[in-house]
């Protein structure tokens, strides 16, 4: 499998029959798929918390738990029947429209000034 083979309904396949062939459905209430994406997110952060160069030694420790965080994505996914693509695409959407590329495209811009970027910007929405 590669990401340019195979479909996020591949993926949530894959993942379900996981669940099934252990009965781990009962567990999957949302709340316990919400804390578990949490969980594994902060066991991601740990690989960056006091040194970010740190996770260059355990790229695959990272790679390892990019997934767990993923995986927990779909569980929640299949649990809510919700389509992820569809999401996706209506969140970024919702964003562009929220933060336009004539106002937050980057040119000649530092990375300090998108939040005062953001924050006039912000001011004239309201």
């Not at 195979?6 to 029959?17: E, N």
């Not at 969980?39 to 991601?44: F, H, M, P, S, W």
């Not at 160069?53 to 420790?61: G, T």
């Not at 693509?85 to 933060?99: D, H, N, R, V």
């Amino acid at each position: 499998m590669d990401d340019k083979k195979t479909t996020i309904k591949q993926l949530k396949d894959i993942a379900d029959k996981f669940v099934k062939d252990r009965n781990w459905g009962k567990h999957h209430s949302l709340k316990n798929l919400a804390v578990s994406i949490a969980i594994e997110a902060a066991e991601l952060m740990e690989h960056f918390q006091w040194d970010e160069l740190r996770w260059e030694k355990n790229k695959k420790a990272v790679e390892e738990e990019l997934a767990d965080v993923l995986i927990y994505c779909l569980y929640f996914a299949i649990e809510e029947k919700i389509d992820i693509s569809k999401a996706i695409e209506a969140k970024l959407a919702k964003a562009a429209k929220k933060y336009p590329v004539k106002i937050f495209n980057g040119k000649g811009k530092h990375s300090e000034d998108y939040w005062k970027i953001k924050k006039d910007y912000r001011k004239k929405a309201q």
